[in-house]
């Protein structure tokens, strides 16, 4: 009798823990068939720069000296030749093992286009496919489809030497490559992503790339009469989406293919005029609009199009809008972190602004932490193109050092914990008000090359020792993995 009730009593404290434990694990109601993953890019974590004939790319330029520009950026001397090490075969199988434990069945990475191509055309890089291969049939191997981003930031140098997408050229090297990566992956990949934010590549990257070789001060994001004078980029790079989306639905692989974007909320950091926020609308627009509306409506906005002079500058030929609308994308890919605040400023080249004051203590990277403008947003991308299916394809954050604190092999991120729970809360809600969700990948599955930052950003669920290449699963991989327990239920 007196064992029983003390029986009793120790299940009933047990099962208190565990609650308190759960707490945060909420069962959400997901669609069925549900993508859960965790993302990555080619060049942020393979390493392997010179490694069995792979070509150089613009990051191999700009991150060595004489530019060595995360060392500008940080003081961090750093740049891709060794990243987190996955071009090694045998950390990619421990990567896997991870990610299999974690419990995700999608994982999204990128294809180096010069590992494959290494003169961005031409001759293919056997040891390159090959690499890729391996890294999708283990990842197939254990239950994790892989969703494959063609572009992420990653031009191959001797493409971007040639003028890059400023070149009409650029729309059939592009295509070639999608070509061979179709041909040769497509059998296994079901769910293609032509391109990588590409307002990201061109306001920032390409700005600031250039500023660099013309030795002027950068403007990032880019001026306006930057983003006027460039438009042919623009229209270079989405005459490639089309036609390599047309192609690849020319083939009957049994899959989808789509593009992601820098999904930009912006907002005010000050009570602004009239003309402030008619700036904001205008600015909403150019971040957003200008990319998507050709993929998902097949025409710019008449808005932009008009004051960007893109009949002057955008390289416009006959049959080209055609081609543009005649390509069915198949579901809209969206990078989320934070709300961007902006700050009016009367002439000032982004459009009458210049970047505002995040509000949020502690501040995260990719700024103002803000779940239920995600809601909105989401459910405005419904209205806007006529309810596209919507994959997250990025969603993380990165609040620096303070979050990341290594001790006795664990680290305690909690802000990054209760980000990820919140923003998945916010995807369940939009679902429930009909968008057509229909995957979500946390950024990143581990720390890695934070581009002109080096490694003095993580944002992986998964701690990386940089020199050591060791592993840790931090608390948000830990919360992560018990909710995606819960949801399979
Ligand atoms: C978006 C980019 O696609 C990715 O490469 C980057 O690391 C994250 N944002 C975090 O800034």
Redesign the pocket.
Known sequence: MKTSWITLILLSCLLQISRAQNKHIEKLQFPKGFLWGAAS?AY?VEGGTKADGRGPNIWDKYLNPPYSLAKMATGQDVNGDIAINEYDRNQFLKDVKLMKDLGINTYRMSISWPRVLPEGTGKVNEAGIDYYNFVINTLIENGIKPLVTLY?FDMPLALANKGGWMNRECVNWFTDYANLCFDRFGDRVKTFLTF??PSIEMFFLQTLFDAIDSKQMPSIPASEKYISEHFAHIHHLMLAHAQSVNLYHTKNLGGKIGITF?FMLCDLDSTASESGKTSLNLVRKVWNNLFMDPAFKGSYPKELFDRLKASQYGDIQAGDMDLIKSAKTDFLGI?YYGVNMYHEKPGAGFFGLVNGKNPDKPEMF?GFVNPAAFVDGLVSLKKQYSNPEIIIT?NGAGYGEMDEKFENGKVNDVLRMAYIQKHIKAVNEAIRKGVNIKGYFV?SMFDNL??IMGFSRR?GITYVDFKTQDRFPKQSYLWYQTFLKEQKK
């Open positions: 890019a942020q992420h990588n934010e820098n990078n990719n990025e950024w934070e581009w944002f």
